[in-house]
């Protein structure tokens, strides 16, 4: 009988307050100089990682067109021929697995290239809140502290909470989480890689309303077995386990076919395997679906461009808290003056913002230019622009 189940669950909190006099100028210039190294550090990670990032893209790039230019689809996916032997070549087809995949503890066996027991614990888990304020000289500190009981999937360490009287996990669990793989993945005659099984990761929930409970201590309601004894007012401590499969490959009464994928790799005998571009890169690509080759390597070139802009966002920002940070300093000199401190915090962001701005987009075409000197050219007179911009909006100093 399939029953569903929700916790009521807890909620404790406690507040503490705590004080420190407030840095003198000689504390915080020393904590500044601190955070002068460190941007530091930060600046000239960013030039790094904005440099390769712009190499990474456009020799990603290449091989991706390299690999569209020798690509070969192929006819049938139940025959191995020897003239595709070391090429690279695109088959669709279903996923098939020699056998299936059990987990003998709860009588559960399923059809699929991945199978992943979840488990999670019904645990105290710390929430934090703080606030500071100037009292008396003093700065003041007010931290509130709030318990509630969750299921976590992970073992949530109760001596680092601030009272774990009270709020006290167990320091294991008693039955562990684990992915189990199909040791041989095959579409058709081909045996798939280790590298392209690592791809097979869209995991769905396996529905447990066709099977019993599997021990006399165990019960099931909804999705989940629950190792408990009123699962719903669960204790901590409490276990409850979830399953999970990734790339069906066999017909399954309860989930559907197998699952379809398409795949572009090299031919080696009856195995797929990695192919090396000329580049420098490797091609072993797989997605789920019946995708033509043009579309799969559509793909490939947004998750490239997906890819390049998320890391140069990441090396700007990078660069701006960098800068930022150098400049600190002169926040520090004024902090005693507040109207002056607030201009100056102004300016000084400003200032990171431009300067990050043109040196991100000339680190990129310092990188753009043994591949496309044009291209490199250009970004590098763009990058100029936020400095003339700022540039136009200092007012002209007033004539004598």
């Known amino acids: 009988m399939s029953r569903n189940f929700s916790d009521t669950g807890s909620r404790k909190e406690h507040v503490k307050i705590t004080s420190e006099s407030k840095p003198g100028f000689l504390e915080r210039l020393s904590e500044t100089s601190g955070g002068m190294l460190m941007g530091l550090v930060t600046f000239l990670l960013a ?7 712009e190499g990474r893209a456009l020799r990603t790039a290449k091989s991706l067109d390299e690999g569209l230019s020798l690509v070969i689809p192929l006819d049938s996916i139940h025959s191995v021929s020897q003239q595709n ?36 614990m019904y645990q105290w888990v710390e929430y934090e809140e703080s606030k500071e304020y100037e009292e008396n000289g003093e700065t003041k500190k ?14 949530v360490n109760s001596r680092n ?17 684990f992915t189990a793989v199909s040791p041989n ?9 280790k590298g392209l099984v690592d791809k097979i990761d869209d995991f769905k929930q396996l529905s447990l309303s066709h099977l019993e409970d599997p021990h006399a201590d165990v019960t099931r ?48 005998g009856d195995q797929l395997v990695p192919y090396h571009t000329k580049s420098g890169d490797v091609l072993q690509i797989l997605y789920p679906g019946d995708l033509t080759v043009e579309e799969v390597f559509q793909k490939e070139h947004q998750g490239n461009t997906m890819k390049t802009w998320a890391l140069r966002g990441v090396g700007w920002l990078a660069m701006f808290v ?61 990058s100029v622009v936020p400095i003339v911009v700022a540039k136009s909006r200092v007012p002209p100093k007033k004539q004598q």
């Open 47 to 53: 030039f790094y990682l904005l440099f390769t990032n």
């Open 85 to 120: 032997e070391g090429r690279l070549v695109h088959l669709v087809g279903a996923l098939s697995t020699s056998k299936p995949l059990f987990d003998p503890s709860y009588g559960l066996s399923i059809q699929a290239v991945k199978l992943k027991r979840n488990v999670e």
């Open 142 to 155: 007010e931290t509130k502290y709030s318990y509630n009981t969750e299921w976590k999937s992970e073992v």
């Open 161 to 177: 909470f601030d009272r774990e009287i009270g709020h006290k996990n167990p320091s294991a669990m008693a039955v562990e989480s």
């Open 185 to 193: 993945v095959q579409v058709g005659s081909f045996v798939l890689s």
């Open 221 to 268: 309601g909804g999705d989940y077995f629950y190792h408990s004894d009123n699962p719903r007012r669960p204790e901590v401590g409490d276990l409850r386990v979830s399953f999970f499969y990734a790339g069906l490959s066999g017909d399954d009464p309860y989930l559907g076919s197998a699952e379809q994928v398409t795949v572009v790799a090299r031919q080696r």
């Open 322 to 382: 960098g800068i930022s940070l150098m400049t600190r300093i002169f926040y520090t000199l004024v902090d005693w003056f507040p109207v002056v401190r607030d201009l100056v915090n102004i300016g000084l962001k400003a200032f990171a913002f431009c300067v990050a701005s043109s040196l991100s987009l000339l680190t990129i075409s310092v990188g753009w230019l043994f591949y496309r000197p044009l291209w490199a050219l250009l970004i590098g007179l763009l």
